[in-house]
């Protein structure tokens, strides 16, 4: 599986790159692509056709799109490209333009660059490192501060704070809200109240504070029953991994790994797998596009944001 510095080569960089409108920035950063062997032109015509017909949900967080399109035969390995605006462009998103950063994706297939993902997540959800992609004065400094490296004479990048979760404890999370009963016919928009198939039975037991529970260990097996979370995009590659890995992330502070589990999906493959999750989360233009799927549908405007995934999240089981 390959990582971010191997997807991602300096000569995939462009900063400061002037561009008319959403459609010449994502023509950027597919001849990037296109020069180094990752793809052929017409998987740039793939990425400005995703937003033509799925809407600008690929402008993840305030000032970043995330071009990508599905695999096709137009990719040739997997790799991206990166591309810094001198001047921000309007994508026509409610809360996150106007975009300053396009950051695109090819891939192969849902599997490659999942780590790669991981890892872009967390370096622009992190405040210092985003300001240091944002000022880097060279392809070669941005790359360094991708790969991890220290800005040079300065101090590495500190972890977000871990914050316990409502329940950090061995108890499985339970469904409290209104709709606990709600079964499948629960609403989009609506606490996801509904438990999937198997899901555990709400515990009758206190809940103890964050303060007095134990933090899981790592070595401690998975819960019997899981409930399942989806993260929806429009292609099931993209910008749904990058929210998956936002919620990981989450569910990791609160020590509900254990217990939800979290699959990244396309719009299609989310309808027919819908029955089997608590919830789904996604985008404002794609929950338009999943319409009533029996499962309460949650939006979420940052994917790059712990703070809204968890406010998102605790509005989800009611806590």
Same mark, same amino acid.
């Given at each position: 599986?390959?990582?971010?510095?191997?997807?991602?080569?300096?000569?995939?960089?462009?900063?400061?790159?002037?561009?008319?409108?959403?459609?010449?920035?994502?023509?950027?950063?597919?001849? %990037?692509?296109?020069?180094?062997?990752?793809?052929?032109?017409?998987?740039?015509?793939?990425?400005?056709?995703?937003?033509?017909?799925?809407?600008?949900?690929?402008?993840?967080?305030?000032?970043?799109?995330?071009?990508?399109?599905?695999?096709?035969?137009?990719?040739?390995? /997997?790799?991206?490209?990166?591309?810094?605006?001198?001047?921000? +462009?309007?994508?026509?998103?409610?809360?996150?333009?106007?975009? /300053?950063?396009?950051?695109?994706?090819?891939?192969?297939?849902?599997?490659?660059?999942?780590?790669?993902?991981?890892?872009?997540?967390?370096?622009?959800?992190?405040?210092?490192?985003?300001?240091?992609?944002?000022?880097?004065?060279?392809?070669?400094?941005?790359?360094?501060?991708?790969?991890?490296?220290?800005?040079?004479?300065?101090?590495?990048?500190?972890?977000?704070?871990?914050?316990?979760?409502?329940?950090?404890?061995?108890?499985?999370?339970?469904? /409290?809200?209104?709709?606990?009963?709600?079964?499948?016919?629960?609403?989009?928009?609506?606490?996801?109240?509904?438990?999937?198939?198997?899901?555990?039975?709400?515990?009758?037991?206190?809940?103890?504070?964050?303060?007095?529970?134990?933090?899981?260990?790592?070595?401690?097996?998975?819960?019997?029953?899981?409930?399942?979370?989806?993260?929806?995009?429009?292609?099931?590659?993209?910008?749904?991994?990058?929210?998956?890995?936002?919620?990981?992330?989450?569910?990791?502070?609160?020590?509900?790994?254990?217990? +939800?589990?979290?699959?990244?999906?396309?719009?299609?493959?989310?309808?027919?797998?819908?029955?089997?999750?608590?919830?789904?989360?996604?985008?404002?233009?794609?929950?338009?596009? %999943?319409?009533?799927?029996? #499962?309460?549908?949650?939006? +979420?405007?940052?994917?790059?944001?712990?703070?809204?995934?968890?406010?998102?999240? #605790?509005?989800?089981?009611?806590?």
């Amino acid at each position: 599986m390959k990582d971010l510095k191997d997807l991602l080569p300096v000569e995939a960089v462009r900063l400061d790159v002037r561009a008319a409108d959403w459609r010449a920035a994502i023509a950027v950063a597919g001849r %990037l692509m296109v020069e180094t062997g990752v793809t052929t032109e017409e998987y740039t015509r793939e990425m400005v056709a995703n937003v033509e017909e799925n809407g600008p949900y690929i402008v993840i967080a305030p000032g970043v799109a995330f071009a990508h399109s599905r695999p096709s035969p137009a990719v040739l390995t /997997t790799g991206m490209s990166w591309v810094r605006l001198a001047e921000p +462009v309007e994508f026509g998103h409610e809360s996150n333009d106007p975009v /300053t950063l396009v950051v695109a994706l090819a891939a192969q297939d849902s599997a490659a660059h999942t780590s790669a993902m991981a890892a872009l997540a967390r370096l622009l959800g992190d405040p210092a490192t985003a300001a240091a992609l944002a000022t880097a004065p060279a392809p070669e400094a941005l790359h360094a501060v991708l790969a991890g490296e220290r800005a040079e004479g300065g101090p590495e990048a500190p972890e977000p704070p871990a914050s316990a979760g409502p329940l950090a404890s061995a108890e499985p999370p339970a469904f /409290t809200g209104p709709l606990a009963s709600a079964g499948p016919s629960a609403s989009a928009e609506s606490s996801a109240t509904a438990p999937s198939p198997g899901a555990p039975e709400p515990s009758s037991s206190p809940e103890p504070s964050p303060e007095s529970s134990p933090e899981p260990s790592a070595a401690e097996p998975r819960a019997a029953s899981l409930h399942k979370i989806l993260t929806v995009c429009g292609n099931g590659v993209g910008t749904s991994l990058f929210l998956k890995n936002t919620l990981e992330q989450v569910l990791d502070r609160w020590g509900w790994s254990r217990f +939800v589990t979290v699959e990244a999906t396309d719009t299609i493959s989310a309808k027919g797998k819908a029955s089997e999750a608590v919830a789904l989360f996604t985008s404002r233009e794609i929950a338009r596009t %999943l319409g009533d799927v029996g #499962r309460p549908v949650k939006v +979420v405007q940052d994917f790059t944001s712990t703070a809204e995934v968890d406010s998102v999240l #605790r509005d989800t089981y009611d806590v």
